[in-house]
């Protein structure tokens, strides 16, 4: 797969957020960039100045494993930036392949088994996604935390929930920081599956309709989801700050479980104690499905 552009952007963006200062360098103050100049960085990564032109022209295929760290080292990418680097060569490297061209998307729906898992958590929302920030399945929780992603412009997606449902940014306190975040996990998953049809699909309609997610796709923000806390205001409740961690589930190639849960003896856990009691118990995260028209056979397991 030709990636050239991805790769030309990823480098240019993150070369021009560092300043001299940052990278150690002292002198040259007239500058006509506010980051490093081409130079600088192939300085830094102890490569010739030819040859890093050409790795920030695209052209990517071909370079070490070594070069690629060297690199990552000189512009002080974190964990996530490194990976979509290495990311991004993998793909320039591999041989054109018409049939994952033409890989269909992704089914809908979580295997049996793994919705009997969601089922047994009932101390906090707990639901699967994919990269594409599609919610497959659900707790009972999780569908009455989520309901306004499933009964508007989300049609069961985070990512249109965010940009396209203006009740997102209630739902959302710190909005532009959830924003950011949905953006950079799509683009880090885009950067492992460029031939996901169905992310091609919901980025161009993303950004047609969204100026916001425009701007961010634009900035080639990536980031990998693990553990953290987050406070969402929702609709029935109120306010609630929620622990998360994001698990890989390894059975299921590009799935995520995510589980919230509430610090005990908090007035958050008291109001997921009522979002509980407010959903219809054993209902809710098999009528997610149906309601929202996501049927369909179990995803493929890679």
Same mark, same amino acid.
């Given at each position: 797969?030709?990636n050239?552009?991805?790769v030309?952007?990823?480098?240019?963006?993150?070369?021009?957020?560092l300043?001299?200062a940052?990278?150690?360098?002292?002198?040259? %103050?007239?500058? @006509?960039v506010?980051?490093?100049?081409r130079?600088?960085v192939?300085?830094?990564?102890? &490569?010739?100045v030819?040859?890093?032109?050409?790795?920030e022209?695209g052209?990517?295929?071909?370079?070490?494993?070594?070069?690629l760290?060297?690199?990552?080292?000189?512009?002080?990418?974190?964990?996530?930036? @490194?990976?979509?680097?290495f990311?991004?060569?993998?793909?320039a490297?591999?041989?054109?392949?018409?049939?994952?061209?033409?890989?269909?998307?992704? %089914?809908?729906?979580?295997?049996?088994?793994?919705?009997l898992?969601?089922?047994?958590?009932?101390?906090g929302?707990?639901?699967?996604?994919?990269?594409?920030?599609?919610?497959?399945g659900?707790?009972?929780?999780g569908?009455?935390f989520?309901a306004?992603? *499933?009964?508007?412009?989300?049609?069961?997606?985070?990512?249109?929930?965010?940009?396209?449902?203006?009740?997102?940014?209630? *739902?959302?306190?710190n909005?532009?920081?959830?924003?950011?975040? &949905?953006?950079?996990?799509?683009?880090?998953?885009?950067?492992?599956?460029?031939?996901?049809?169905?992310?091609?699909?919901?980025?161009?309609?993303?950004?047609?309709?969204?100026?916001a997610?425009?701007?961010?796709?634009?900035?080639?923000?990536?980031?990998?989801?693990?553990?953290?806390?987050?406070? *969402?205001?929702?609709?029935?409740?109120?306010?609630?700050?929620? &622990?998360?961690?994001d698990?890989?589930?390894?059975?299921?190639?590009?799935?995520?479980?995510?589980?919230?849960?509430?610090?005990?003896?908090? %007035?958050?856990?008291?109001?997921?104690?009522?979002?509980?009691?407010? %959903?219809?118990?054993?209902k809710?995260?098999?009528?997610?499905?149906?309601?929202?028209?996501?049927?369909?056979? @179990?995803?493929?397991?890679?």
């Amino acid at each position: 797969m030709d990636n050239r552009d991805e790769v030309r952007e990823f480098l240019t963006s993150r070369r021009a957020r560092l300043t001299p200062a940052d990278a150690g360098i002292t002198g040259g %103050s007239n500058r @006509r960039v506010s980051g490093l100049r081409r130079g600088e960085v192939a300085m830094l990564a102890d &490569v010739s100045v030819e040859y890093y032109a050409k790795l920030e022209r695209g052209n990517i295929a071909g370079a070490s494993d070594g070069v690629l760290d060297a690199v990552a080292t000189a512009l002080q990418l974190d964990d996530a930036e @490194r990976a979509h680097l290495f990311d991004l060569s993998r793909i320039a490297n591999a041989p054109i392949n018409a049939k994952a061209r033409r890989r269909p998307n992704r %089914s809908t729906a979580v295997r049996p088994s793994l919705q009997l898992v969601l089922d047994t958590i009932t101390g906090g929302p707990a639901f699967v996604r994919n990269g594409r920030m599609d919610i497959l399945g659900t707790n009972d929780l999780g569908r009455a935390f989520y309901a306004e992603v *499933f009964d508007g412009p989300g049609r069961g997606n985070i990512a249109r929930y965010n940009f396209l449902d203006q009740r997102a940014k209630q *739902f959302y306190p710190n909005w532009e920081i959830a924003a950011d975040i &949905v953006v950079a996990i799509m683009r880090t998953e885009a950067g492992r599956n460029p031939y996901d049809k169905g992310m091609q699909d919901l980025v161009g309609e993303l950004s047609t309709l969204s100026d916001a997610f425009r701007t961010r796709w634009g900035a080639h923000n990536v980031r990998e989801h693990g553990a953290g806390v987050k406070t *969402f205001h929702h609709p029935i409740v109120g306010d609630v700050t929620l &622990v998360y961690e994001d698990l890989t589930l390894t059975s299921d190639h590009g799935l995520t479980l995510l589980i919230y849960t509430a610090e005990p003896g908090t %007035s958050s856990e008291e109001r997921l104690r009522l979002l509980a009691s407010w %959903s219809a118990p054993g209902k809710a995260s098999r009528r997610m499905i149906e309601s929202t028209g996501t049927t369909g056979p @179990r995803p493929a397991v890679d």
